[in-house]
């Protein structure tokens, strides 16, 4: 069974930075790709950042330029280093990995105080 376990969130001051992490385990396949979304109170959930094996990377405009995403594959595991935080960036932080499916993580509480 693979499961996805997200790190890193918690509360944060508007310009500060936090780092994701969702680990995969349970799988001795790789991570062929990837994607951080997010969801607001009363809002959708939106992709933030997407990520292939091959490491090509897109992001929302919203976030373009303060988040990165990235992979380490040797422990299978994703990252979204956030930075320039807004208080706009408040949401649930969801990963997404397709391995031999898709596979989402339970959600890690980003919020960003003004």
């Known amino acids: 069974q693979v499961h996805l376990v997200e790190s890193g969130g918690g509360l944060v001051q508007a310009g500060g930075s936090l780092r994701l992490s969702c680990a995969a385990s349970?799988?001795?396949?790789?991570?062929?790709?990837a994607g951080w979304y997010r969801q607001a109170p009363g809002k959708q959930r939106e992709l933030v950042a997407g990520?292939?094996?091959?490491?090509?990377?897109n992001y929302a405009e919203s976030v373009e330029g303060r988040f990165t995403i990235s992979t380490d594959n040797a422990k299978n595991t994703v990252y979204l280093q956030m930075n320039s935080l807004k208080p706009e960036d408040t949401a649930v932080y969801y990963c997404?990995?397709?391995?031999?499916?898709?596979?989402w993580g339970q959600g890690t509480q980003v919020t960003v105080s003004s």
């Open positions: 349970g799988s001795s396949f790789s991570i062929k790709a």
């Open positions: 990520i292939t094996s091959g490491g090509s990377t």
């Open positions: 997404s990995a397709l391995i031999r499916s898709t596979y």
